[in-house]
């Protein structure tokens, strides 16, 4: 059902593919012998041109512990980007090597232009604040785990909404759910991006509203997801140091949440959550990173078209005498988002969505 596609957005699968998905890592929670090699005698590329460890680490133990092969790097260092080679050409010679590759990129919308070029498929593990939906799957895994359900539910989101892109990533995969209020804690100056909010407005069965003040928002919220302000996203460094510790979630917020509260946390966590809080039974995020790593293994299995009972389909390292659907880009015209893809050598493709022009890779409002 999913073999062969890529994932960039959360909703780039339906909401039953979803399921199914989350099913097939429940199974391999149950039984991890059975799926020990699944993957033998594929490769994962790991294409890391921004640091990560959680990420990165879960990716490369999801395909070990398929039985697969992984080859990759971890910084843009030591890759030909510091050459200036493109992301067109590196994915092209990627799919030469590799049967499915993770990307994660300090530009917005790199995923999706390495897509766009791919021979194998390809896995937005985060794109510069832009999206991050491995993250969201291990959310929605956990929410689902611990919630049983994704409909009905306050969610409460607070830290750096502008440039948390796991923030982003999973309010565009829970405004498909009914009844879902999302309450964004936040201050003025990291506030959710203007396309993130048009997104809600446009759910017809999600509502929002906005509270500064962690204090009375924890009273009201039945997930609590909790983000550190994010440094290397930052203009000024001034900046950073003035808002980094706008909210600390200790045991005194605590005592004002519900019982049946779930705090979620994407990792790393820097100060904004004390280590006592860990004790709580209603702290998630050390489970939830744990359940990344089985949902990537379900997600690699699906993507790569293995069936439980057979083996993978997809197959990299073929390209032989394939031609390249895609020329390489070199446009003039780039979006007015600075941190866009499409200014390291992209022409810009506008795409209509909710009423208004906006850059197809990175979602900027498009003004002419
Ligand atoms: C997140 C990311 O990279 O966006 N971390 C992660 O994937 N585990 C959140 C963060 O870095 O704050």
Redesign the pocket.
């Known amino acids: 059902m999913l073999k062969g596609k890529n994932l960039i957005y959360p909703t780039d699968f339906t909401a039953e593919q979803l399921e199914d998905l989350f099913c097939l890592a429940d199974r391999i929670i149950a039984r991890p012998d059975q799926y020990a090699h699944s993957c033998s005698g594929k490769i994962l590329a790991t294409l890391f041109f921004e640091p ?1 460890t ?2 990165r680490l879960s990716f490369e133990a999801a395909m070990e512990r398929l039985g697969g092969k992984v080859l990759g790097f971890a910084d843009s260092a030591s890759s030909s980007a510091t050459k200036g080679e493109s992301i067109a050409d590196t994915i092209r010679m990627i799919s030469c090597y590799a049967d499915i590759a993770a990307i994660r990129h300090p530009a917005e919308g790199a995923a999706h232009v390495a897509a766009l070029h791919s021979f194998i498929p390809v896995i937005n593990a ?1 794109d510069g604040g832009h999206q ?1 939906p491995t ?1 969201t799957l291990t959310d929605l895994y956990t929410i689902r785990a611990k919630k049983g359900r994704f409909h009905n539910l306050t969610v409460g989101l607070c830290g750096d909404l502008k440039y ?3 923030v982003h990533s999973l309010i565009h995969a829970m405004c498909r759910y009914e009844s879902i209020h999302f309450v964004l804690i936040s201050p003025p100056e990291l506030q959710a991006p203007d396309y993130v909010i048009r997104e809600i407005e446009a759910a017809s069965g999600c509502s929002y509203s906005v509270n500064p003040d962690l204090d009375s928002a924890i009273r009201q919220v039945d997930i609590l997801y909790m ?2 302000v ?1 440094r290397e996203r930052f203009a000024s460094q001034e900046e950073y140091l003035r808002l980094k510790d706008s909210y600390i979630l200790d045991i005194q917020k605590m005592k004002n949440a519900k019982e049946d509260m779930v705090v979620l946390h ?3 966590i820097v100060n904004e959550i004390t280590g006592a809080v860990d004790e709580d039974s209603r702290a998630c995020y050390f489970v939830q990173a744990q359940y990344g790593m089985y949902v990537r293994m379900a997600l690699i299995l699906r993507l790569l078209g293995a069936e439980e009972e057979g083996g993978p389909t997809i197959c990299g390292g073929r390209m032989f005498e394939k031609t390249c659907q895609n020329p390489r880009p070199n446009g003039t015209i780039h979006c007015q988002n600075p941190k866009c893809v499409s200014n390291l050598d992209l022409t810009l493709p506008i795409r209509v969505k909710d009423g208004g022009k906006v850059c197809e890779y990175c979602d900027a409002a498009i003004e002419e």
């Open positions: 990560s959680r990420t985060g991050h993250q948390g892109r796991t983000t550190r994010q994407p990792m790393p």
